[in-house]
């Protein structure tokens, strides 16, 4: 197996038990004193982007400790960027604070079914199980925490009753807005979209806190409690923000985008494997996943001792650091190689995950492991094993999809159609195939003269005022404002290449049926992450020489 670091197995054994020695004697010293209501506000608050009613805030620290709740959805696998609400918790404990952490499961199925109702309790339970590991490898102690479950009160009649008072008070518009940045946008949204932000609302009322804690995603949920909770005759509570870490690729990191998180169960060589591909470009300290995580993870586990960086004399030798500004102004600076600030990284990551994975090779973790995320076959063909004669919609996957490389040698403007061009295409066949296109005044004729892009050539061939076209050009597209980038494959691919969507073997129908609205019930879920990477459901679409991209509309539908 893959080393993570040079040190020996001995002394990789012997720092991680010296790291954890320096968390636990800092953690129970604080505990153990007692604190004055600045020291507990400086401790509540360090490391926050926002806090929402300060003064409240500091009037109830020089009453009494704060009670407040973190609650996350039971959905995809928890990642790395985990730890840095883990390490708010611990700040939270040694503040004195009495801290709920609510596994929301309910949440986890009205967010666009993320948690199917038949995989909930698995669910539930694997957060549980995996969330306890990893407050017990960095050393909080769970006897200081609170464990709640969300369906043992939401589905009380008390609550039932509180959620339809609410949803006489609360427009569409709010709603929608609240939970834009939380809950999965598609573009026909499922009621239950819709009563997320309230139940997370509610939730502050009955679990009798004074504060609710979250990611900066999470401020406008957090409004929508200020704003509607005194209508229902409620409190207004407090709110603290955590920065939303940078992934591996840049972007956010996300359960559902596999290249941008390290999962809790990774092994030593894949800890390596991404750390290795992730981005880190020399002097850049923004949107860089991996200062973030050393940031708001590994400082304030450290503590008092200083962050490590290892390295030959004539590379500068060994450095170590006792504050993150210094850190990050010499990378910088460009004082620090980003291979060796990633070496660092994978230490200290692989001495927190190494107590994780231990605690999961138990039979009975593996086991709720493979119920919570059963493994999905993979797509063999238009059918899926045990569909019966007539199930075809049952299996509609992105695999169907016939996605090629394709480039545009000549384009012109429609004879008939202003906002039309038509294109001849080389996709790899015998001969171009004519595309037309709705893309005048959009994307100007010389952008699209000569480039690639990636076209579906299987839908069935359509006549545009007299012109029959034989494929689809893909783009990114935004309606306000108005806004269409075509999509990019990477950089080496070539006419005729596969564009597929990762996780999912490419098995393509001959023509797809129109009668079946194949490609029109997968199309909302095409969309461009946060990186500008194009995605079906969070999965990666790509060719052999790397991902699919776009060049600025984040976020934007595809189609």
Known sequence: MLQYSSRSIFSEILFTNQWIGVIMTELNGVMDGVLSPETKHELITRNLQEVLGEEKLKAILKERDVKMYWGTATTGRPHVAYFVCMTKIADFLKAGCEVTVLFADLHGFLDNMKAPWELLEFRTLYYEAVIKSMLKSIDVPLDKLTFVKGTNYQLSKEYTLDMYRLSSLVTEHDAKKAGAEVVKQVSHPL??????????????????????????????????????????????????????????????????????????????????????????????????????????????????????????????????????????????????????????????????????????????????????????????????????????????????????????????????????????????????????????????????????????????????????SQAMLMCASREDPRAIEPLDPAEGSQPGDVVSVDGFENTPDERLNPKKKIWETLQPDFKVSDGCIAEWSGHEIKTEYGPVTVKSLKGAGIK
């Open 191 to 468: 009621l239950s979209g819709l009563l997320y932000p309230g139940l997370q609302a509610l939730d502050e009322e009955y679990l009798k806190v004074d504060a609710q804690f979250g990611g900066v995603d999470q401020r406008k949920i957090f409004t929508f409690a200020e704003k509607y909770m005194p209508q229902l005759g409620y409190e207004k509570r407090i709110h603290f923000m955590n920065p939303m870490v940078p992934g591996l690729t840049g972007s956010k990191m996300s359960s559902s985008d596999e290249d941008s998180k390290i999962d809790l169960l990774d092994s030593p060589a894949q800890v390596k494997k991404k750390l290795k591909k992730a981005f880190c470009e020399p002097g850049n300290i923004t949107q860089n996943g991996l200062l973030s995580f050393t940031k708001h993870v590994i400082f304030p586990v450290l503590g008092d001792k200083g962050f490590e960086i290892k390295r030959k004399e004539e590379f500068g030798g060994n450095m170590a650091y006792f504050e993150y500004d210094k850190l990050e102004q010499d990378f910088a600076n460009e004082l620090i190689h980003p291979g060796d600030l990633k070496t660092a990284i994978e230490g200290y990551l692989n001495a927190l995950l190494q107590p994780i994975r231990k605690e999961f090779e138990s039979p009975e973790l593996k086991k709720l492991t493979s119920q919570a995320y059963p493994s999905a076959p993979k797509n063999k063909g238009p059918k899926a094993v045990g569909t019966q004669p007539g199930d075809e919609q049952q299996d509609i996957s992105p695999a169907r999809l016939d996605l090629r490389v394709g480039k545009i040698v000549s384009i012109k403007k429609h004879p008939d159609a202003d906002s039309l061009y038509v294109e001849e295409v080389d996709i790899g066949e015998d001969k171009p195939r004519t595309v037309v296109s709705c893309l005048v005044g959009l994307v100007p004729q010389g952008e699209l003269h000569g480039r690639l892009g990636v076209f579906l050539c299987n839908l069935k061939p359509v006549k545009m005022r007299g012109i029959e």
